[in-house]
């Protein structure tokens, strides 16, 4: 009998053949579809216009990757049955399945949980509705599956879902320094001791992965004003919060609104499931019509925040490795003067923090390398490694964000 294939055509890689009908009954749910509604990179299209693909885009990219590794691994005799398989690209799928709205913004802010215990949490209870489907998923995805190297697909400092969207959001920025050889490095894969790793000779095509993605942190991700994109809408969500903890009524849509006048927890998501529904009716829409309508909010630092969003008035930022405490009093001083704020108030308009990129992390999981010889070594190791001269240093950066 013929298996009926579904085909997505995806600008990246071109056709995406999805065969298995488990991943169809993932894809059509409507809590994988909400993520049509949540933008990949947040408000980087106010720098980069083109920056508009979405979390869904990428969930099927990494899906797709995820299959390619394990056909290329299968071609070595490291074979996986049909059922780990289909749970290791279901794990892919699924991978972004908790962000919020904009993301990490949403995540310091309006629900005091990470995206991957959320994510956890749509497994489970997907799994539930579904009858036991997410079962083998779930375990990869939270890494108490035997086969070590599954989950290392999923997440790791050389996973599927960092080889798309540096590819993605390379692509879609326009910034060509993000392009990597993921057909590379996919082939170069191998797996010893139930651990993936890279042969040899795909050392290059790996140090040119961490390269990319140290180049597109500081070029895209961290951009300047990027960064102050996204701390804006964080202190727009802040100052909304501490609106509705005093009382104030404030426009918001009903999923929003949920969240505007509680303090959840993680441990309020796992004991009572409402919060998790209404927090899966939440996407970039919900923020954006809320944040149009505060334009007009009797709070002048609400409004005020607002308008500058809605209106690109961004954030001024300066960035540099030396302490900027020496310009923080000016910048207060002039602010104050512009809009006639109290101190309370100013901390929205002028601060100060750092930032870092930390695109190697050596104390993390660290990519291994099957030599020649058969001998495995950290990449860390490998004589002349830039890895190991360069691109394990962490870069921290302080900046000060200012109205002018």
């Known amino acids: ?6 085909i997505i055509n995806d600008p990246v890689y071109g056709f995406l053949r999805i065969p298995e009908p488990e991943l169809m009954k993932v894809i059509d749910h409507p809590w994988f579809q909400r993520l049509r509604n949540i933008k990949q990179m947040g408000l980087a299209h106010l720098v980069y216009p083109g920056a508009t693909h979405t979390r869904l885009a990428h969930s099927l990219g990494a899906c797709h990757l995820m299959g390619k590794a394990l056909d290329e691994l299968k071609t070595k005799d490291i074979t ?10 279901l794990a892919a799928l699924l991978h972004d399945i908790g962000h919020g709205p904009f993301s990490h913004s949403l995540e310091n802010t309006l629900v005091g949980v990470h995206h991957e215990k959320i994510s956890q949490l749509i497994m489970h209870r997907m799994n539930d509705e ?10 990869i995805y939270d890494h108490s599956y035997p086969r070590k190297y599954l989950h290392q697909l999923v997440s790791s400092q050389m996973d599927v879902d960092r080889m798309d969207y540096l590819n993605r959001d390379s692509f879609y920025t326009g910034v060509s320094e993000g392009v990597i050889g993921y057909d590379r490095i996919l082939q170069m894969l191998t797996v010893q001791d139930n651990e993936l790793m890279v042969e040899e000779k795909g050392v290059h095509s790996v140090e040119k992965f961490i390269i990319a993605r140290r180049l597109m942190y500081w070029q895209v991700y961290l951009h300047k004003t990027v960064l102050g994109a996204e701390m804006l809408l964080i202190n727009i969500l802040k100052r909304a919060k501490e609106l509705a903890q005093r009382g104030q009524e404030l426009f918001s849509t009903p999923a929003l609104n949920y969240f505007l006048y509680r303090h959840l927890t993680e441990e309020d998501f796992r004991n009572d499931p409402e919060h998790l529904y209404k927090f899966l009716q939440l996407d970039d829409n919900d923020l954006m019509v809320s944040i149009k309508i505060w334009q007009t ?17 961004l954030y001024k930022v300066s960035l540099s490795s030396e302490s900027l405490a020496s310009i923080l009093g000016e910048k207060r001083k002039l602010a104050k003067n512009m809009l ?19 695109t190697y992390n050596i104390n993390d999981e660290l990519i291994k390398i099957e030599t020649k010889s058969g001998a495995v ?12 001269q360069t691109l394990a240093r962490a870069v921290h950066k302080n900046y000060i964000c200012y109205i002018q």
């Open 1 to 6: 009998m013929s298996i009926k294939v579904k």
């Open 80 to 89: 996986s049955d049909k059922d780990e398989y289909v749970a290791a690209r």
């Open 130 to 139: 579904m009858g036991g489907l997410l079962e083998k998923t779930i375990q």
């Open 297 to 313: 909010h009797d709070d002048k630092v609400l409004s005020t925040l607002c308008k500058m969003l809605i209106l690109r008035k």
């Open 340 to 358: 006639g704020l109290n101190d309370e108030e100013l901390k929205y308009f002028v601060f100060t923090g750092v930032t870092s990129n930390s």
């Open 377 to 388: 070594k950290n990449i860390t190791e490998i004589d002349d490694s830039l890895v190991n």
